[in-house]
């Protein structure tokens, strides 16, 4: 079983919609949560970050993240054609610097 | 954000050669760097972290003789890819954390570098 798992898509919405990115993850030690945009042959994008549960929000995006149930999401809203990219999930455990990523979801918004 | 940049972006090279890929901090200083590879349609692995001023840590199954890591300065670690084979073109990402290993720091990416070996 993988320690992170999201799933890989393809997701493909009309523009102006919502979307909801997922992963879910086995250890209860991660603590430090991050979604990353990556668009084709480019490295990732930090998006969001956040270490508690609950949401934060960033202009159209809001990250929520469920401790107990280890599980996190990360909400476009009203969605764009330039939205249109991998979206990484990441996670880090308290100690060390190492991410572990999701698969990645692959993100289509259509005009 | 903080501004990670790699060089080449892209390189084509001949099975057998090897091939060196730099990854700068360019606003900061980073005693740790992270080399990720990634192929098609799949996530980032990490492949090793490297230290300035010491040996990089290399995660298993990561032939360490293979992929030469030296973190020269706080503002740059290279990657050598040795003898390369075919099976060794993928895409190279490497990033740096802006606040060393705390559980706070933020982790940027460089662009990555795309390697071809034919």
């Known amino acids: 079983q993988k320690e992170v798992e999201q799933d890989p898509g393809p997701l493909s919405v009309p523009e102006g919609a919502i979307v909801s990115l997922n992963c879910t993850y086995s250890?209860?030690?991660?603590?430090?949560f991050m979604w990353y945009r990556q668009y084709s042959r480019k490295g990732p994008e930090l998006l969001m970050y956040t270490y508690s549960s609950g949401n934060k929000e960033d202009g159209r995006f809001t990250a929520q993240v469920d401790k107990s149930s280890k599980y996190i999401s990360l909400f476009i809203r009203d969605s764009q054609p330039s939205d249109s990219a991998t979206y990484l999930c990441a996670m880090k455990r308290n100690q060390g610097g190492k991410l572990i990523f999701g698969q990645g979801t692959e993100l289509s918004v259509k005009p | 954000g903080a501004v990670v940049s790699q060089h080449p972006s892209w390189v084509i090279c001949k099975s057998g050669t090897s091939v060196k890929i730099e990854c700068r901090s360019l606003?900061?200083?980073?005693?740790?760097m992270f080399w990720y590879r990634q192929f098609p349609k799949q996530s980032l692995m990490l492949m090793a972290t490297?230290?300035?001023?010491?040996?990089?840590?290399?995660e298993q199954g990561v032939e360490k003789d293979k992929f030469l890591i030296n973190h020269a300065s706080l503002t740059l670690s290279t990657l050598t890819v040795t003898s390369a084979h075919p099976e060794d073109s993928s895409f190279y990402i490497c990033?740096?954390?802006?606040?060393?290993?705390?559980?706070?720091?933020?982790?940027?990416f460089g662009p990555g570098t795309r390697l071809t070996v034919l």
């Open positions: 490297s230290n300035e001023g010491s040996k990089a840590t290399y």
């Open positions: 990033s740096a954390p802006t606040s060393g290993m705390k559980l706070t720091d933020t982790q940027y």
């Open positions: 606003d900061f200083q980073a005693t740790t």
């Open positions: 250890n209860s030690a991660f603590q430090y």
